[in-house]
């Protein structure tokens, strides 16, 4: 990966925008995958959930305009669309495990080859856990994606055989969209489905240390 | 005649018992209802069980009744926030027990509760940590989790307003959890900014219905503070 650039974080958002279609009614996670909004292409019509009961999720408020009752499942202020609608908890989760939404995109500590997640916890000693939403998420939209960083800070594949970190969900994740390239996940393993310029499919294999099908 | 109204935060919450499990709405600080929590802090029960999506934000609210020492265990899916110090310290000390639900599990053990409903099967948390010990069935080809009700003794829950028969509306997001844990305890208790005359709300917009509502009390309306944030996963 010499020559290679990676995708910065607002590249990534943009990548996993481009393949939301319209119409969807897309979950996005706390943190990177926030920023997908920001990036969905003009011209389609997307609506957003938020677990805490809202359908519509609009833009940030201007500074001055926030309103601590209207936020999003990271507790940011946000707007509502017109057309948007609110709804009770249980409502909200049985929209979210019942199957309606057609995508959600979680980061992720961890993905293995056939689609397990893990992005809750790291279970070291000493840290506490907290799980909010991300297993009926991981579980229950249509398709499931992951955004993230293909490595972590020591230059290991976050992409793995098996997740070392305590799951999420087993088997639930479709794509994984990484700064370098993106991936579908399945019961065969790992399909390449693109690379950043200048990073070969070998070179991918021996960063992550699993066999890749496809072409890129 | 039907009067649910309160006088006072005090005489809405006479009666609570040492030991009650307490439902108390909100996500993050929206719909969290600080007078309700103020009063209880001042009605001196103990040894309680808290439900909430969090562990409290802060030093006030639910922060401050886990400071006085008076919660033994909470049932909760998010603690861990950049404001949740005081349930950090209590927990890493061993002060406090935690329950931790996937949310929708928290809501869905809530609604059951409510629906009368036994137990219920879901896919959420099949083959983690969650789910360890609990018994599983595949139905459908998929595997499922079988889950319990929670039934609280009384529920704190704030909404925008309210009649003297119970029923509630409220305001945006801060909805969160407030109708169905109204439906999930013996006695729900819900903060209002307005008190209305019976049949000033729409029949067609009322989302708690005043049979699950057993005292409205009016408390002065103040802008919901920021908090409750959570912090990415780094690693």
């Known amino acids: 990966m010499n020559r290679c650039e990676r995708l910065g974080k607002d590249a990534l958002a943009r990548r996993v925008a481009r393949d939301i279609r319209d119409g969807s009614i897309v979950n996005l996670g706390i943190g990177m995958p926030t920023r997908v909004a920001d990036c969905l292409p003009t011209g389609i019509e997307v609506v957003l959930h938020s677990e805490n009961g809202i359908l519509g999720v609009g833009p940030a408020p201007p500074p001055g305009e926030e309103d601590y009752d209207l936020v999003n499942a990271g507790k940011q202020p946000v707007t509502l669309r017109p057309g948007g ?59 499931t994606w992951v955004m993230m960083e293909l490595l972590d800070k020591q230059g290991r594949s976050k992409l793995v055989e098996r997740c070392s970190y305590p799951l999420t969900g087993i088997a639930c994740v479709a794509r994984v969209y990484t700064d370098l390239a993106t991936f579908a996940c399945g019961p065969a393993g790992l399909t390449l489905i693109d690379a950043v310029p200048r990073l070969s499919r070998d070179a991918l294999e021996a960063m992550i240390g699993l066999p890749l099908r496809g072409v890129a | 005649m039907i009067d649910k109204i309160a006088a006072s935060v005090a005489d809405a919450l006479h009666g609570i018992a040492d030991g009650a499990t307490v439902l108390i709405g909100g996500f993050g600080t929206a719909g969290i209802p600080d007078e309700l929590i103020d009063g209880l802090i001042a009605q001196g029960a103990r040894e309680l069980t808290v439900v909430n999506n969090n562990a409290g934000n802060g030093q006030t609210g639910l922060a401050a009744l886990l400071a006085a020492g008076r919660v033994r265990k909470i049932v909760c899916s998010f603690p861990r926030q950049v404001d949740s110090q005081v349930f950090d310290g209590l927990y890493r000390s061993g002060r406090i027990e935690l329950e931790l639900v996937p949310q929708g599990t928290l809501a869905e053990r809530l609604r059951a509760a409510g629906a009368g409903i036994g137990a219920f099967y879901t896919p959420t948390g099949h083959g983690t940590e969650l789910a360890r010990g609990k018994e599983t069935r595949v139905i459908d080809g998929r595997p499922h989790v079988l889950e319990y009700p929670i039934r609280g003794d009384v529920a704190l829950i704030k909404a925008e307003a309210g009649d003297r028969w119970g029923n509630l509306v409220y305001r945006k997001a801060a909805r969160n959890f407030g109708p169905v844990m109204a439906t999930a305890a013996e006695f729900t208790v819900a903060s209002v900014h307005r008190i209305v005359e019976p049949g000033a709300l729409d029949p067609e917009a009322i989302v708690t219905p005043g049979i699950y509502v057993s005292r409205i009390v009016q408390v002065a309306r103040v802008a919901t503070r920021a908090g409750g944030f959570k912090s990415a996963a780094t690693a």
Do not use: K
Not at chain 1, 103 to 126: F, I, K, M, P, R
């Open chain 1, 85 to 143: 609608a609110y709804f009770h908890h249980a409502d909200s989760f049985a929209m979210m495990r019942g199957g309606h939404l057609d995508l959600c995109v979680l980061g992720a500590y961890q993905v293995s080859a056939t689609g397990d997640l893990a992005n809750w916890h790291t279970g070291e000693a000493g840290a506490i856990p907290a799980v909010g939403g991300a297993m009926d998420l991981a579980i229950g939209a249509r398709q």
